[in-house]
Nanobody, 125 residues
Framework: QVQLVESGGDSVQSGGSLRLSCTAS????????MGWIRQAPGKAREGVAG???????SYADSVKGRFTISQDAATNTLYLQMNSLKPEDTAMYYC???????????????????WGRGTQVTVSL
């Protein structure tokens, strides 16, 4: 079982930036589909970004052009760089890892697998 720990969440103003980090209990680079999922209060979980075993990236339409997912092979750390943040980005953000990515209309992410406990991102006007 892969254990994931997120960090980097904070409260920022609209237009600001944050970088989330995720460390794993085992080496995941090129071995798992990795990604970020978020959930706002009263809303369903939403896949945000995915990184498959071949290094391809995928983003939800709501974050395209603003968020960037990456992974450092040396430190096995997954990142989510979030720029131009909006109040609607406010949510708990979870790092996720899965044996395979799930794909929906061209967007893929690790929907079914291991999750961390989350890190809170709050964006105010």
């Amino acid at each position: 079982q892969v254990q994931l720990v997120e960090s980097g969440g904070d409260s920022v103003q609209s237009g600001g930036s944050l970088r989330l980090s995720c460390t794993a209990s085992e080496y995941t680079y090129s071995r798992y589909c990795m990604g970020w999922i978020r959930q706002a209060p009263g809303k369903a979980r939403e896949g945000v970004a995915g990184l498959d075993k071949d290094g391809r990236t995928s983003y939800a339409d709501s974050v395209k052009g603003r968020f960037t997912i990456s992974q450092d092979a040396a430190t096995n750390t997954l990142y989510l760089q979030m720029n131009s943040l909006k109040p609607e980005d406010t949510a708990m953000y979870y790092c996720a890892a899965a044996v395979a990515c799930n794909e929906y209309d061209g967007f893929f992410f690790p929907e079914h697998g291991y999750w961390g406990r989350g890190t809170q991102v709050t964006v105010s006007l």
